[in-house]
């Protein structure tokens, strides 16, 4: 079956951190540039940051840079996404995504004091 699974949601502090993990399966994940996108309530969904397939390139969001790192492990098939430093308005369902591969479930991140 061709999906992601998102986990690693929570809730949690400003100024505090998140590690969201993606186990994307019936693709060749290797070869796939994959990203993480998010949608907070009454807005559409945004892209947060996006790795080549091998690792090599990344890209950013501009309100995420400096906080947010993009990671892969194409060994174990994974990739991750470590939030630091969390802000208010990072609250959304994060949803990792392959060209082509349906979205997932994703996973709620809430920051709240």
């Known amino acids: 079956q061709v999906q992601v699974v998102e986990s690693g949601g929570g809730l949690v502090q400003p100024g505090g951190s998140l590690r969201l993990s993606c186990v994307p399966s019936?693709?060749?994940?290797?070869?796939?540039?994959m990203s993480w996108y998010r949608q907070a309530p009454g807005k559409e969904r945004e892209l947060v940051a996006t790795?080549?397939?091998?690792?090599?390139?990344?890209y950013y969001t501009d309100s995420v840079k400096g906080r947010f790192t993009i990671s892969r492990d194409n060994a174990k098939n994974t990739v991750a996404l470590q939030m630091n430093t969390l802000k208010f308005e990072d609250t959304a369902v994060y949803y990792c995504?392959?060209?082509?591969?349906?979205w997932g479930q994703g996973t709620q991140v809430t920051v709240s004091s």
């Open positions: 019936g693709f060749t994940f290797a070869t796939y540039a």
């Open positions: 790795i080549s397939s091998t690792g090599g390139g990344t």
């Open positions: 995504k392959a060209p082509g591969v349906s």
